[in-house]
């Protein structure tokens, strides 16, 4: 387990097949997918077995959902400086994340 910090929020990060399987049959009615984010306990599960790039890219994903899905109703220029910042802080509070390059 990682943790992401964000903010005041620590959100926790599981490389875990089997939960995505589990959330992927219950929830996604059965369509593959390689993580996903629960809003409600700030957990992310990204499947163990993708490749390091696919790992990168269902991270900043999955980051999105947790930054970004009660900001629909942004412009497009606050929504760039709001991602902007959230890279800046994934990379500057979250060494680890750096390490996955």
Do not use: Q
């Given at each position: ?74 412009g497009n ?8 910042r959230l ?15």
């Amino acid at each position: 387990m990682k943790i992401i910090r964000l903010g005041s929020r620590k959100i926790r990060v599981y490389f875990n097949e089997k939960a995505v399987e589990k959330y992927e049959k219950e929830k996604n009615r059965g369509s593959y997918v390689h993580g996903y984010f629960d809003s409600g306990l700030d957990e992310m599960y990204i499947r163990e077995s993708l490749s390091p790039i696919l790992k990168r890219i269902c991270l900043f994903h999955e980051l999105g959902h947790a930054h970004f899905d009660c900001l629909h109703n942004l412009g497009n220029e606050t929504i760039a400086e709001i991602l902007a910042r959230l890279i800046d802080e994934i990379f500057s509070r979250n060494k680890w994340v750096g390490e996955m390059y």
